[in-house]
């Protein structure tokens, strides 16, 4: 007579039920993930945290060392994404290619080093990864529709007509 009727435990189970259902009611067994999937023509393509962590990590990389050799696929091995994933992800969460995005931390770059120190054209390009200063100039008038070292030029004499309290065409 101290063992478990069948009345109790259906009494301990009914109890059980509805603490489950008065807490799933108050959303507590709801997701906070992220995880969501896109489909890329036939193909589905899931996100979950850790792949938004891994791309937010890929885009970390990019602005903290433009100046890298960074690849697509060295980025993924580093960050434990496949090449689409990554694409898609970074594509999705920042509205820009991982290319186009390293082209303007590099040029910022360069536009920071032209103005703020003397270095060659050469060597800023060197300094923001590029292996031709050919290469670099065509990247930077692209961008800024000025010659790195025009650019140099108009960034000085707007700083000497600001120093010199005139009014400037910048």
Do not use: W
Request: hydrophobic share 35%; with cysteine; glycine share 6%.
């Amino acid at each position: 007579s101290d063992g478990l009727t069948p009345l109790m435990l259906e009494g301990i189970l009914t109890q059980c039920l509805g603490i489950l259902t008065k807490e799933a009611g108050s959303g507590y067994f709801q997701s906070t993930s992220r995880s969501f999937a896109i489909f890329l023509g036939k193909r589905k393509l899931s996100f979950t945290d850790m792949d938004y962590e891994a791309i937010h990590k890929a885009h970390r990389i990019i602005t903290d060392h433009p100046e890298k050799n960074l690849t697509i696929s060295g980025l993924c091995r580093e960050v434990f994404l496949n090449e689409q994933k990554l694409k898609t992800g970074f594509a999705l969460c920042y509205h820009t290619t991982i290319g186009a995005y390293l082209k303007d931390c590099r040029m910022a770059h360069a536009s920071e080093m032209l103005i703020h120190t003397d270095l060659s054209v050469h060597a800023v390009a060197r300094a923001c990864g590029y292996t031709s200063s050919a290469g670099f100039i065509k990247a930077f008038r692209q961008k800024y529709h000025v010659t790195p070292l025009q650019f140099r030029a108009d960034s000085n004499s707007c700083a000497t007509d600001f120093n010199n309290d005139r009014i400037s065409k910048c």
